[in-house]
């Protein structure tokens, strides 16, 4: 990573994570930096119900690193299937990436971080 002195100057540490930081205020820090304001409504757990009970299940699948292959033989569905559902939920969540699905995932309790895929 680069920095340039602009970027110093410029740098708001809002999001840095120091040492003495307790858990609470690690998941604030990261529902900022992961999930856009407009959006921020849906990283608290009690507004998972914006997800059907399937589409929970798919976004466990996708964040601890399966693929739409073996998410489909594991929950006996179709890929195409899998796909619409993933294609729902980045909809209604808002975000595009798998690392900001697992983000998603880990910080509302869907999965643990140690359930990840390295």
Same mark, same amino acid.
């Given at each position: 990573? +680069? ?15 120091? *040492?003495d =930081?307790?858990?609470?205020? =690690?998941?604030? $820090? ?6 856009? #304001? &407009? &959006? #921020? &409504?849906? #990283? ?11 589409? /929970?299940? /798919?976004?466990k699948?996708?964040?601890? *690193?399966?693929?739409? $292959?073996?998410?489909? #033989? $594991?929950?006996? =569905?179709?890929?195409?299937? +899998?796909i619409?559902?993933? &294609?729902?939920?980045? !909809?209604?969540? *808002?975000? $595009?990436?798998?690392? *900001? ?9 869907? /999965?643990?971080?140690? !359930? +990840?895929?390295?």
């Amino acid at each position: 990573m +680069v920095i340039s002195e602009s970027c110093i100057h410029n740098y708001n540490n809002s999001n840095v994570i120091s *040492g003495d =930081i307790n858990h609470e205020e =690690i998941i604030n $820090k990261f529902q900022k930096f992961f999930i856009p #304001s &407009k &959006k #921020s &409504k849906l #990283s608290h757990p009690e507004n998972q119900e914006i997800l059907s009970e399937r589409e /929970i299940e /798919i976004l466990k699948e996708v964040a601890i *690193g399966r693929s739409n $292959k073996e998410i489909s #033989s $594991k929950l006996f =569905i179709s890929p195409n299937t +899998v796909i619409s559902h993933r &294609k729902n939920i980045t !909809d209604k969540l *808002g975000i $595009k990436t798998i690392s *900001g699905l697992t983000v998603y995932a880990i910080m509302n309790e869907i /999965i643990e971080p140690e !359930d +990840v895929k390295f």
